[in-house]
């Protein structure tokens, strides 16, 4: 396989850009990812793939849950402040106000338009990420009519 090619084809794949977030015993991390789906309409399950030894991945792994924040198509700016490691200051994460989700604690986004918490049911260790399954437990949703980002138009990729 030729490793170039290989690289433009997967970044083919349509994306969309969300902030996934964990809380475990009073510590949060947070993170922008792409790689996320859903897989199954009962239950309601999603997949996301989670870097192997990044924050995010330890506290999901901890409690066994995630939130996905729903960012909004003007959000770009938004998403930039979470590729960098969580930080907590008040009631502000990556300086971006947040509120804990019902069931995992973790921070729900609360300028983003919809959110969804997931317990994790299936952990696939594979690779230099782990497949996170997960069925969707809580949902919210603040502005009905928005539209989400989808990562092609930010102009970053990540996959290939
Ligand atoms: C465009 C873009 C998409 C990303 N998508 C993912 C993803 O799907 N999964 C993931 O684990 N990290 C993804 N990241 C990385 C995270 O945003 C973030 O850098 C990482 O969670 C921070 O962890 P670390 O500082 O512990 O390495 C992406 C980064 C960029 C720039």
Redesign the pocket.
Known sequence: MDEETKKRVLRLINYG?YIMTAASQGEIAA??????SQASFKPPLVM????S?????ELIEKSRGFVVNILREDQKSVAEA????SKVEGTTINGYRFEPAPRTGAPILIDLPAWFEVLVTDVVKRGD?TIFVGEVVEVGLREAEARSLV?RD?G???GG
């Not at 996301?48 to 870097?51: I, N, T």
């Not at 979470?82 to 490691?85: E, G, K």
């Open positions: 850009l993170g922008a990812v792409n790689w996320l996301a793939a989670v870097k030894g990044s924050r995010l991945h979470f590729f960098a490691p990420h990562l930010t970053w990729f990540y």
